[in-house]
């Protein structure tokens, strides 16, 4: 048996990450930067108004109070995305709109609802006159040139995962098209001559094939590009052929589920072998032992074991990882938390992947075990948001211990 930790890293080891390509912004969500980002340009661009308001000199208002207002004429109108040419000199002022630029002369923004035009409706001409209730400082209410971002700043580090407010700022900054390393493409195939496809009507012996529809989700999460090849029957001719036909669309990676086990129709490892090689790990985890790894057609294959659970496990803990360094350059770190144990749990030694569900109580985290752990019961992810990770070797820990857990889902 080998550990977990080094089916990881001997895995890993066949992989580097994928090449750039430069996409369009719109496309860049949770893409991975292969480049750091640094601003071309000042922002805000120029001065302009925080508020809608008028824009005047600081000193003209600098007595107003409630009862004592500064009446200003208004000389200009200066709506957003317009230069105004005006000047606006002592005694006046110009109404302005929230994003629009100052114009010359003015120093200070007052708030519209600090004058007597907060009454007019949308669509009234500018007033001719305007009362001021209130002193604003100077500068007051003016975003400045520069205040936020200056050129030739740093703003995003090459292998930054790109979220929405990335992709947001990366739009400030008129950039429309990003460096990113590409989608891994990864081929799944289901075996086993029980699988029926969704539209068939169930007939004795037969199950619908979930695996497939679940690893599919699982790669397209992470950010991959997904050939799902549906399920060969356990036929040695017929895996060959779904082999080849993965093969063609010349994947980064296939993925199977099942036909690893001892089972005596299980194919997988003479078909992959035909074309290439195969190790079968026995790996010291539950679920998921038995996991094989090698390649088919030069392209690296994984054996996933066909029990739901495990599959997803075992998706987890060794294809994400590498669907992370294809695509992001390097594995990302693993939400994790220490969480009480809720029960006790019995393990067998192995390093144990437990679902739970996690409930604060008393300011911490406790785990519930969601459901009997057989690896078929799917049912217990279903209802996880943890996995409690019982390390190699340890066989009991009572209710109120610690462990770790890797949370699924926030
Ligand atoms: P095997 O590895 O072929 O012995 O399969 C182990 C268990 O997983 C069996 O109970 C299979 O019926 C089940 N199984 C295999 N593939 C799938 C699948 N695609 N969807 C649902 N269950 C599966
Ligand atoms: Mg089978």
């Not at 001719?128 to 975003?143: L, P, Q, S, T, Y």
């Not at 004795?204 to 690893?215: A, Q, V």
């Not at 006790?344 to 008393?362: F, H, V, W």
Request: charged share 20%.
């Amino acid at each position: 048996m080998i550990s977990v930790q080094k089916a990881q890293q001997r895995i890993l080891s066949h992989f580097k990450p994928l090449e750039t390509e430069l996409i369009p912004l719109g496309a860049a969500l949770g893409r991975v930067l292969t480049q750091s980002i640094y601003s071309e340009i000042d922002l805000p661009l120029f001065d302009n108004s925080a508020v809608d308001g008028f824009a005047l000199q600081a000193v003209d208002i600098a007595s107003a109070g409630a009862n004592d207002p500064v009446s200003l004429k208004v000389v200009a109108d200066v709506p957003a995305g317009n230069v105004v040419e005006t000047d606006i000199s002592q005694g006046q002022a110009a109404r302005i709109m929230t994003g629009a630029p100052i114009p010359n002369g003015a120093n200070t923004i007052v708030m519209v609802e600090d004058t007597d035009a907060s009454q007019q409706a949308l669509g009234d001409s500018v007033p001719d006159m305007v009362k001021v209730f209130r002193a604003v400082e100077h500068g007051g209410n003016i975003r400045r040139l520069g205040s936020d971002i200056s050129r030739g700043q740093k703003i995003f580090s090459e292998d930054r995962v790109l979220r929405p407010q990335d992709i947001g700022m990366l739009a400030m900054l008129g950039v429309a098209s990003v460096p990113v390393r590409r989608k891994p493409k990864i081929a799944i195939i289901s075996s086993g001559d029980e699988l029926l496809p969704l539209d068939s009507p169930l007939l004795p012996g037969k199950i619908y094939d979930s695996n497939t529809y679940m690893l599919t989700a699982l790669a397209q999460k992470a950010g991959s590009e997904v050939l799902s090849l549906g399920v060969t029957p356990d036929r040695l001719e017929a895996v060959h052929q779904i082999l080849s036909r993965a093969a063609e669309s010349q994947p980064d990676l296939i993925v199977s589920s099942a036909g690893v086990s001892m089972g005596a129709f299980d194919y997988i490892k003479t078909a992959v072998e035909a074309t290439g090689s195969l190790d079968f790990w026995k790996v010291d985890m539950r679920p998921g032992k038995p996991l094989a790894f090698g390649t088919c057609h030069n392209i690296p294959f994984f054996g996933l074991p066909g029990n739901p659970v495990s599959s997803y496990v075992s998706f987890l803990v060794f294809v994400l990882p590498v669907l992370e360094l294809l695509s992001g350059g390097d594995v990302r770190k693993r939400m994790r938390a220490r969480v009480l144990l809720g029960e006790d749990i019995e393990s067998d030694g192995r390093e144990s992947y437990l679902r739970a569900a996690l409930k604060y109580e008393n300011g911490r985290s406790v785990a519930f075990l969601s459901g009997h752990q057989g690896s078929g019961n799917l049912l217990s992810i279903v209802k996880a948001n943890a996995l409690v990770i019982i390390p190699s070797g340890v066989k009991f820990c009572p209710a109120g211990s610690e462990a770790e857990a890797w949370i699924l889902e926030p």
